[in-house]
């Protein structure tokens, strides 16, 4: 089976400028969770999403969305850039209840 | 404080030694998962935990929940065990499921000498 994907895995943007992400998760899991990941804050959670439905969201600003599609892929969305968004981004996909898969990641810089 | 803390934040051992990294968390959990996360970022998941303890090859995970502590240990360590180790608790909802709002500790850096 195809792990969890992601792309791109680099992204360059500059402030005020907006990024969209994607994850393909593993096939035939329909959770999918998007991390964010900081030298100073750590690993934090942003959202879930199962079956197209949004369950759960982190303390981010608005600026931070995402959707799931039909087929179980992912998008997250960033607008407005801030250099502070500059960090690694994780998807993770499961079977619920069962162990997280991660991506890759995308390191996303902000200039 | 954390929700998630863990310890030690740096640990440097021989070829050989028993290791052990602590967690405790202080939040209603349903389940706690042990991550690893080498240099370059790839997060790979050990072990998923709700009670008991689990056993995969040179890895253990425990997990107390009335005391709200896990240890991870490994035996026999090895330089490739090198990484972040992760712990990571999923926060129980009324709805049942949980798997993706993890809430993490901060990482232990383990560094294996030969």
């Known amino acids: 089976k195809a792990g969890v994907t992601q792309t791109p895995r680099y992204l360059i943007k500059t402030r005020g400028q907006q990024v969209t992400l994607s994850c393909s998760p593993i096939s035939g899991h329909r959770s999918v969770s998007w991390y964010q990941q900081t030298p100073g804050q750590g690993l934090q959670f942003l959202f879930e999403?199962?079956?197209?439905?949004?369950?759960n969201k982190g303390n981010f600003p608005g600026r931070f969305s995402g959707r799931q599609f039909s087929n179980s892929r992912s998008e997250m969305n960033v607008s407005t850039l801030e250099l502070g968004d500059s960090a690694l981004y994780l998807c993770?996909?499961?079977?619920?209840?069962?162990?997280?898969?991660f991506g890759p990641g995308t390191r996303l810089t902000v200039l | 404080k954390n929700e998630v803390e863990q310890s030690p934040q740096n640990l440097t051992a021989q070829e050989g030694e028993f290791i052990t990294i602590n967690c405790s968390y202080s939040v209603g959990i349903s389940a706690l998962h042990w991550l690893q996360q080498h240099p370059g970022g790839g997060i790979v998941s050990l072990f998923m935990l709700s009670s008991g303890k689990k056993k995969h090859g040179r890895l253990i995970a425990t997990i107390n929940i009335q005391e709200k502590h896990s240890s991870l240990h490994i035996t026999a360590s090895h330089p490739r065990d090198s990484a972040v180790y992760i712990c990571a608790c999923a926060r129980r909802f009324d709805y049942g499921g949980s798997q993706g709002n993890l809430i993490f500790g901060k990482g232990t850096k383990l560094s294996v000498k030969p």
């Open positions: 993770a996909s499961s079977l619920v209840p069962d162990t997280q898969y």
């Open positions: 999403y199962f079956s197209e439905t949004q369950r």
